[in-house]
């Protein structure tokens, strides 16, 4: 650990350890979104289920979701603890406000969007995560598809879960909160790795903006077809 | 022109400072400086005590003007230090806020002048190359790429004013680091004390208080050397690469 104390002690060790987390979690968001893609198909859920099924009974997804879960928590305490203690080293505020002429606004509020995210995160784990993963056998119910395919039904528990209004314009806000939030993110995890080059820079750039959008875009779009029953 | 400045007063670093307003007659062809020079002499007529704001060559090479104007280090202007700023880049009758740096680390001495101690001591913990003395060696004896060179010049170019730590949201002083740091690692005369260095300098840097980096790129958009954010990504490879090698 002697060698590895720096990722908690120094300034750009820290930060090198919400670089790592981050693009963990930006792999992790690929897959959740390309799952919840499925729900598109209108299908009455059936890829969706299974895909939900392979998710739940692949023994390598779930040592990753334990790693998941430690990415999440690193990536939170180190970012709440950077927030709070970068806050204190300017004691004395300016009177003078440059504005966005300087950087983005998103990127001074990593700390905001991502305590939006958090808000959200806990709220949809009590939606989703803790429904599938500890309920009583059969609580979330089954469905038999045409091919004989007998599967727990987490499509109709989104479905459930989204004919409330306020739940739809939750993710759908903590969609925008993530939209910004990766927006300096992507590309700020490359720039802590030390990858910055003129050739190379302006394609993360670029990759970094498109994921940044079409991800959570995908994911705000289920919310509000299955309210207003676009899917069923 | 007619100008409205609210200036920052404070008389010590102990005690609690405050805005004052002036009303000062300038030229459109007076740099920022002379305005104030302008002011000092009003004050001192009316046997006021003049501001204290820090000055020296006044043609942008040594880093001693500071002044947050507008909330932006150095003024408005892109690529210019607050001695190249001139009146016309204002209109008549404006009101201009001028504060001085604002960081723990650059604790107020007195007014807009503010002690940047913080760097020379990071400069003595490792911004340096040793070398035996002795008679002077030939310089073209040794072979630098006029790539690396002019890169190592890019950076080289910091004058070590301190804007990019006051324009940082977290008062960060990466982006001078790792232009110290980006200078002396890609010269063969930067070599032997590469990996110390950087470990040397980045423990000081976080010894003196400044904050972490968090890429909002408000530094090298304030720079008045025009500094890339690339230095600040070379600094995390410098430093990370050190801390695989065990220093």
Redesign the interface.
């Known amino acids: 650990m002697g060698v590895l104390s720096f990722l908690f002690s120094s300034s750009l060790g820290r930060k090198l350890v919400m670089a790592v987390t981050g693009i963990a979690l930006i792999a992790f968001l690929l897959v959740h979104c390309l799952i919840n893609a499925m729900v598109l198909l209108n299908d009455g859920g059936q890829t969706f289920n299974e895909a939900a099924r392979f998710m739940a009974e692949n023994p390598f997804i779930r040592i990753s979701e334990i790693l998941l879960f430690v990415g999440f928590l690193l990536h939170i305490a180190q970012g709440l603890y950077l927030t709070f203690d970068n806050r204190k080293r300017r004691a004395a505020k300016y009177t003078g406000n440059p504005g966005n002429a300087n950087s983005k606004w998103y990127s001074r509020s990593m700390g905001f969007l991502g305590t939006i995210i958090l808000i959200f995160l806990v709220l949809h784990l009590k939606h989703f995560w803790v429904v599938s993963r500890f309920h009583a056998p059969h609580a979330l119910g089954e469905i038999t598809y045409a091919n004989g395919d007998t599967m727990e039904n987490l499509f109709l528990e989104m479905a459930n879960v989204f004919t409330s209004p306020y739940a739809v314009i939750i993710y759908v806000l903590g969609c925008f909160s993530l939209a910004y939030h990766l927006l300096h993110g992507f590309a700020s995890a490359f720039q802590t790795f030390g990858i910055n080059h003129k050739s190379y820079t302006p394609i993360i750039a670029s990759v970094g903006a498109a994921f940044s959008i079409i991800v959570p875009l995908i994911f705000a779009i289920i919310p509000v077809v299955m309210h207003f029953g676009i899917i069923k | 022109m007619n100008i409205n400045l609210?200036v920052w007063r404070q008389r010590n670093q102990n005690s609690e400072?405050r805005?004052e307003e002036y009303k000062v007659q300038a030229s459109p062809d007076m740099s920022f400086l002379e305005m104030f020079d302008v002011l000092n002499e009003q004050l001192i007529e009316d046997g006021n005590d003049p501001i204290a704001f820090d000055h020296d060559c006044r043609e942008g090479i040594c880093g001693m003007c500071s002044m947050?104007?507008?909330?932006?280090p150095h003024g408005?202007k892109q690529g210019v230090t607050t001695c190249q700023l001139h009146m016309r880049s204002f209109s008549e009758g404006d009101t201009i806020?001028v504060?001085p740096w604002?960081?723990?680390?650059f604790p107020v001495i007195k007014d807009l002048s503010v002690n940047r101690g913080a760097f020379d001591r990071i400069i003595a913990s490792g911004g340096y190359v040793s070398v035996n003395t002795g008679n002077a060696v030939d310089a073209n004896s040794i072979l630098i790429p006029k790539e690396v060179a002019d890169e190592a010049f890019e950076a080289a170019t910091c004058i070590g004013c301190g804007a990019c730590v006051s324009?940082c949201?977290?008062?960060?002083a990466?982006l001078f680091v790792g232009a110290k740091v980006t200078q002396l690692s890609m010269l063969p005369q930067g070599q032997p004390e590469r990996q110390a260095r950087v470990v040397a300098m980045?423990?000081q840097?976080?010894a003196e208080?400044?904050?972490?980096?968090?890429?909002?790129?408000?530094c090298a958009?304030?720079c008045p050397k025009q500094i890339p954010?690339?230095v600040?990504?070379?600094?995390?490879?410098e430093?990370?690469k050190a801390?695989?090698n065990?220093k």
């Open positions: 609210k400072g805005f947050v104007i507008n909330g932006r408005p806020v504060e604002r960081a723990n680390a324009a949201k977290n008062a960060s990466m980045v423990n840097m976080d208080g400044f904050g972490a980096c968090t890429n909002t790129g408000a958009a304030e954010l690339s600040i990504a070379n600094l995390n490879r430093y990370y801390k695989l065990g």
